[in-house]
């Protein structure tokens, strides 16, 4: 029986804190895309983990994180704008002589998008006055940060905070205006400035920008273990938990507390000597091993271009994808290319890469890309083998010098569940799925050889995405492409936007102009409650660019809710997110026509956005995504998820972007029905990635008589019905765990779709069609998962809303497989 499982594994949090890297996404056939969640800030600990990243069916393999996350912002000095601010007040900037005439200083749709500054006077090199990473501004300046600021603005800001520790070790004291608060501001100011560089890096890359990240880095690794170490801050934390304070603290302080011993503890502050020398060196060369890493799959995956020049080659790709094709064949000096006659340029970027896979008749090509993507960064200058064998021996070294057995331990440490009750959900789910994916594998098998292709007798690997998709079409009369003008990126926002109105009582409102971004395409909104008081706001950074974005789709903090950090007559600072995609971008003078799988993208990394900007928490350090068990924070992006398939939701965004005419009931029943279409072969996939990342960080030794492709391909026994090529080397793509965050933690998406499906289906109880029930369900879904933020164990949460522990049924069920696990 499949419902009592999580029951079982008592879904209660062994810690009362932990954090959790950000969003990021990944990509390998024959999947999809989705999206992803973000580390929290802790006080005492310099972690790398950034950006939640999503893998869900397709994975676009391309996490990448370099390290301390954008968390909130605001220095204590105060400025301000003379309208609307960020904290629910007004701000009052002063605009300085200099920078009207530079130009910084703007008016954009009635909202000031201006910066404080201490000089009147011209800054004609970088220094700290003129520095825009420096800068006392209510947004971070996305659109004046340049390489050059990097260096001298970290190294400018790093002095400025040693000064600031040193003076709290001198003076700390076991309270929370003693220790908490100026740690706080100590870490929101090194969060944002770091995290405006490192958000760039992701979305905005250049040679210049990496060469300043390499130089800096360093020294903020130095400085984040120094204060992830202070035994000051360490003894003080421990007075307060052990002292009479304790017993003051609400719910969402002690969580504070407890996370941030735990954090200290996994940071090596009871470490001495040598151990501790060792383990701050260790610490500095995972960080480059991981920027390394990233860095290699992007230029790897820019590496790989393909023109052709006959159309027969690309026989099949739709229309929309011959002129992205052609479009990038333009931006690679072919003047002349057209959708119609070529010549076309194919990328391994998702959205040239995708179409090929599914569509092109032509199985040579299918067969190169897929090789050429699988084997990205896995040879030659860009070769990741070593930098993953020496990133696993690192982590297990780190992990003995912390008292633990392996790097899953240590990873585990700050989640809810073990390595035992993470590797039985997998297992439970694994054999559920097993003969429903080997009966996939024969239909398509079956199919192909009706159409007397040679498939039908030798299907391989970059066969089946192509013949799923004709599957698909055959057995629900549904065309993915055929879909696409029925979902254009505006109608699809509005829908959305209107969902989070009916769902959670807010309005979402374009205000562009009213902040800096880093580039044209960049949208930015507010979110009010329905009297019109701010809640928050978030960017929107929806298209692909392969050339200077990472591959994709992750959601992360820019600043969060803080009491502490309001503006000045404010009561709190309200939280700021970003949203970044990497789905097809317009062609010509047509919107961006998304397909169902970017659609649900979108849906899913809105549902991370929405807990973070819809926080009730104003203890900056537990609101939003911060200090959510990294295993539960998937919980409420692939919760909306599930809204893509509501007939509401679907008809009221699926309008035909020239005609305006609705996507028929017919097609809405396909699109239902075509839900749970080769759901086994997606959840084995998931599966995979998540055993083979326990497995190398639990039992794996570099240096023994397994090679990490032989461990793949061991447990590919079990989890692939198409065993794996012996060229595959796909782990050196799979930035999700040696550069994202997600280490000895992939199984975290498995873990909360468990509780993102059983927390929908209280909607579908209800009554799906039921307004009034709907609304209600969906006040207490606010108040409780998206309210509580990091403050309350998430067991708790989702006890709070469910009324009881998780099941698996209603992720089976949605899944088609409810059947098969209760036969």
């Known amino acids: 029986m499949a419902g009592g499982f999580l029951a079982t594994l008592s879904l209660c949090s062994s810690l009362s ?275 390394k890493f990233s860095e290699n799959v992007l230029d790897a995956t820019k590496k790989f271009q393909k023109l052709i020049t006959d159309p027969k080659e690309i026989e099949g790709l739709p229309p929309t994808a011959l002129g992205l094709a052609a479009q990038t064949a333009v931006s690679k000096g072919h003047a002349e290319a057209t959708p119609e006659n070529g010549p076309w340029i194919i990328t391994l970027d998702a959205p040239s890469y995708m179409p090929v896979m599914q569509h092109v008749r032509n199985r040579a090509l299918r067969e190169e890309l897929y090789r050429a993507y699988l084997t990205r960064a896995s040879s030659g200058e860009l070769d990741n083998t070593p930098i993953i064998y020496k990133t696993l021996e690192l982590r297990q070294e780190k992990a003995k010098l912390l008292g633990y057995q392996n790097h899953a331990e240590v990873s585990m440490a700050m989640k809810m569940a073990t ?56 057995k629900f009369n549904i065309n993915e492409e055929e879909l696409r003008p029925y979902f254009s990126l505006p109608r699809v926002t509005d829908g959305l936007f209107n969902l989070a109105k009916m769902l959670f009582g807010v309005e979402i409102e374009a205000a562009d102009g009213m902040a800096p971004v880093w580039h044209k395409d960049v949208r930015f909104y507010k979110v009010k409650d329905l009297a019109g008081e701010p809640l928050s706001y978030f960017y929107f950074d929806p298209y692909s660019r392969p050339a200077e974005k990472r591959g994709g789709a992750w959601m992360d903090e820019v600043l969060g809710r803080s009491r502490l950090l309001a503006p000045q007559g404010g009561k709190v600072r309200l939280p700021v997110a970003h949203m970044v995609c990497n789905q097809t971008p317009p062609v010509g003078d047509e919107p961006s026509l998304m397909t169902f799988r970017e659609v649900e993208t979108v849906f899913h990394e809105f549902g991370h956005a929405l807990q973070h900007m819809l926080t009730k928490q104003d203890e900056g350090l537990v609101a939003g995504i911060r200090k959510v068990e990294w295993d539960a924070v998937e919980l409420p992006s692939q919760f909306m998820e599930n809204w893509c398939y509501h007939r509401a939701t679907l008809l009221g965004i699926a309008k035909h972007y020239k005609t305006g005419e609705t996507l028929s009931d017919e097609l809405y029943s396909k699109l239902l029905a075509a839900r749970t279409f080769r759901a086994a072969s997606m959840m084995l996939r998931q599966i995979h990635f998540a055993s083979v990342d326990l497995e190398l960080h639990s039992r794996f030794r570099p240096g023994g008589s397994e090679s990490i492709f032989d461990v793949d391909r061991r447990i590919a026994e079990k989890t692939q019905v198409i065993p794996p090529l012996p060229e595959d080397r796909f782990l050196c793509g799979f930035s999700h765990i040696f550069a994202g965050g997600y280490s000895a933690g992939y199984y975290s998406y498995k ?44 067991a708790e949460v989702f006890k709070d809303f469910r009324g009881r522990d998780p099941s698996t049924d209603a992720l089976l069920r949605h899944s088609g497989l409810l059947a098969t696990a209760t036969a």
């Open 17 to 291: 804190s932990c954090s959790r890297p950000l969003f990021c996404k990944i990509l390998s056939t024959p999947s999809r895309p989705s999206s992803s969640a973000r580390a929290s800030l802790s006080l005492v600990a310099g972690r790398s983990d950034r950006r939640l990243h999503n893998y869900r069916s397709l994975h676009c393999n391309a996490g990448f994180c370099v390290s301390f996350a954008a968390v909130s912002k605001y220095r204590k000095k105060r400025l301000g704008i003379q309208g609307e601010g960020l904290g629910g007040g007004l701000l009052r900037i002063r605009e300085s002589e200099y920078w009207k005439r530079s130009g910084i200083v703007e008016k954009a749709a009635g909202t000031a998008r201006c910066m404080d500054t201490v000089s009147e006077e011209p800054v004609d090199t970088v220094t700290e006055k003129g520095n825009p990473l420096l800068d006392d501004a209510p947004l971070p300046r996305f659109d004046a940060v340049e390489a050059s600021h990097v260096i001298p603005g970290i190294r400018a800001l790093l002095k400025d905070l040693e000064k600031e520790l040193v003076e709290l070790e001198k003076n700390v004291q076991p309270t929370w205006p003693g220790l908490v608060e100026p740690l706080e501001k100590i870490g929101d100011r090194l969060s944002v400035a770091w995290g405006t560089v490192s958000h760039l890096k992701a979305v905005k890359d250049s040679p210049e920008l990496r060469a300043a990240v390499e130089e800096v880095q360093p020294d903020r690794v130095t400085f984040s273990l120094r204060l992830g170490q202070s035994k000051p801050i360490y003894e003080a934390f421990k007075a307060i938990r052990e002292g009479p304070v304790w017993a003051t603290l609400s719910e969402a302080q002690q969580r504070v507390v407890d996370g941030e011993l735990k954090e200290a503890t996994l940071n090596g502050v009871g470490l001495e000597g040598d151990a501790r020398k060792r383990f701050n060196e260790i610490q500095q060369e995972l960080e480059q091993l991981s920027t």
């Open 751 to 794: 873990w909360a779709e468990v509780l993102s499906a059983d927390a929908f289906s209280a909607f579908e109880e209800v009554g799906l069609e039921n307004e009034e029930a709907v609304k209600e369900t969906g006040k207490r879904f606010r108040d409780t998962v998206l309210g509580l933020g990091g403050g309350r164990p998430p």
């Open 419 to 474: 390595l035992e009750r993470a590797e039985d959900l997998l297992e439970q789910l694994r054999s559920t799925s097993w003969d429903p994916a080997l009966k996939d594998l024969e239909d398509l098998k079956a199919f192909a050889k009706e159409q007397g292709a040679p498939e039908g007798d030798d299907m391989k690997h970059w066969d089946v995405t192509f013949w799923s998709e004709r599957l698909r079409e055959a």
